[in-house]
């Protein structure tokens, strides 16, 4: 199979790397660039804990100068993926089931109220932590630390590529992505020719932009870079 791949760098090429080893072809484009917030400030206080919501708030925590003193905090992470992107951790783990629901529930089942604590997170969210626990009594402070800049344009072999019926599939880790994607493809007058490709997607929520536009979507059983590989049928 032949698979258009559109998430932020590193992960494309490592989704490519993978492709390839399970004898299918990739076409690497992302659609948004990570971009490291140089400047932000931890918030003041004491934490009881730190809620990591993406691979890229934990690649990029490990690198900043905040970590050493945040890694001695109970860490709930909102998939496995995260969490082994995380910081050293000198203390155990909690890991959600790969959204941001159940990142809250877990939050929910083990931190006390009056509990406060630490979103790593990017400038867009998937998901409002501080609305969703307030109800609970548990306080939430952002630590914003990277923001995510969209493509300008589709890149022009992935126009060629998919004018001429070379793509059978592509891979959908997010919405914005996905979104991303629709209107780039629209910009350039080709819309219609990814109405041929089979559309992964981690969620129904990631496939909302993508049926919007008339695109056939499938959703993995999981949000996992597994889920998708199933989807393709290897």
């Keep these: 199979m032949r698979v258009l791949v559109t998430r932020p760098q590193p992960d494309a090429q490592a989704t490519a790397a993978r492709l390839a080893a399970a004898g299918h072809q990739a076409i690497v484009d992302p659609m948004l660039a990570v971009e490291a917030i140089e400047g932000a400030r931890l918030p003041d206080g004491r934490f009881d804990a730190v809620a990591l919501t993406s691979v890229n708030g934990a690649r990029l925590l490990a690198l900043r100068p905040e970590a050493a003193a945040l890694v001695r905090l109970p860490l709930y992470a909102v998939g496995r993926r995260t969490a082994a992107a995380a910081p050293d951790h000198s203390v155990p783990m909690h890991i959600a089931s790969g959204n941001g629901a159940a990142l809250v529930a877990l939050l929910r ?91 992964l997607c981690f969620s129904a929520n990631v496939a909302a932009p993508l049926a919007a536009a008339g695109w056939p979507t499938q959703v993995a059983d999981e949000p996992t870079e597994e889920g998708l590989f199933a989807l393709l049928g290897g």
């Design 109 to 199: 089942a083990t931190l006390p109220r009056g509990a406060r604590l630490l979103h790593v997170a990017g400038e867009e969210r998937a998901v409002d932590l501080g609305a969703a626990l307030a109800p609970d009594g548990i306080h939430t402070e952002l630590f914003v630390i990277y923001r995510t800049v969209p493509a300008g344009a589709l890149a022009p072999a992935t126009l060629a590529a998919v004018e001429q019926g070379w793509v059978d599939a592509a891979f959908h880790f997010s919405a914005r992505t996905a979104a991303t994607l629709a209107a780039r493809a629209s910009a350039a007058g080709a819309s219609a020719h990814f109405r041929h490709i089979r559309h």
